[in-house]
T-cell receptor
Framework: DTGVSQDPRHKITKRGQNVTFRCDPI?????LYWYRQTLGQGPEFLTY????????KSRLLSDRFSAERPKGSFSTLEIQRTEQGDSAMYLC?????????????FGSGTRLTVV | LAKTTQPISMDSYEGQEVNITCSHN???????ITWYQQFPSQGPRFIIQ?????VTNEVASLFIPADRKSSTLSLPRVSLSDTAVYYC????????????WGAGTKLIIKP
């Protein structure tokens, strides 16, 4: 297992289109997180899963955003009716929720450009 | 959730030791201090985590004074490849996902 994988690395879409991103976490990690990052800023929390259950969504997250993690394995993040303000890097991270584990492992992200 | 304050940017030279300080005056008893490194077009990478005193690993040291209201990430003998943004986070593993990541410290290493 080489870490957290995200696909695609880059996505250019027209405003109003739907896009879907995929994240494959480290296999033994039970928690999975989605973040969004814009240029010059730190990551902003969107949502997280423990196994297949989505436990929290940011209040800032528009209804156009939805995430799933079927069977507690990979996760998808869908953005419907994209807007130019959705242009950002979308990061996925995973962690193992056990005592003594440290930090998150992030993927390389999916850079979304809405034109 | 503890708020952190870091310098926006720092410069140094190859071979020098670099210290980046993070202030977290309202750190809670159960909070850990975690540092991440991020290169352009990549996700952040975990560097080091500590609770008190000193922690050292193969890439960095983390110094935490007794009052835990600040911490210092120390990078020994930096190279050009250490040019990156460094983030300090304070929280627990259960709450870390909620943390507001600041803009971090942009470290530029010069030859």
């Amino acid at each position: 297992d080489t870490g957290v994988s995200q696909d695609p690395r880059h996505k250019i879409t027209k405003r109003g289109q739907n896009v879907t991103f995929r994240c494959d976490p480290i296999s033994e990690h039970n928690r999975l997180y989605w973040y969004r990052q814009t240029l010059g800023q730190g990551p902003e929390f969107l949502t997280y899963f423990q196994n297949e259950a989505q436990l929290e969504k940011s209040r800032l997250l528009s209804d156009r955003f939805s995430a799933e993690r079927p069977k507690g394995s990979f996760s998808t993040l869908e953005i419907q009716r994209t807007e130019q303000g959705d242009s950002a890097m979308y990061l996925c991270a995973s962690s193992l929720n056990v005592r003594g584990s440290y930090g998150y492992t992030f993927g390389s992200g999916t850079r979304l450009t809405v034109v | 959730l503890a708020k952190t304050t870091q310098p926006i940017s720092m410069d140094s030279y190859e071979g020098q030791e670099v210290n980046i300080t993070c202030s977290h005056n309202n750190i809670a008893t159960n909070d850990y201090i975690t540092w991440y490194q991020q290169f352009p077009s990549q996700g952040p990478r975990f560097i080091i985590q500590g609770y008190k005193t000193k922690v050292t690993n193969e890439v960095a040291s983390l110094f935490i004074p007794a009052d835990r209201k600040s911490s210092t990430l120390s990078l020994p003998r930096v190279s050009l490849s250490d040019t990156a943004v460094y983030y300090c986070l304070v929280g627990t593993m259960d709450s870390n996902y909620q943390l507001i990541w600041g803009a971090g410290t942009k470290l530029i290493i010069k030859p």
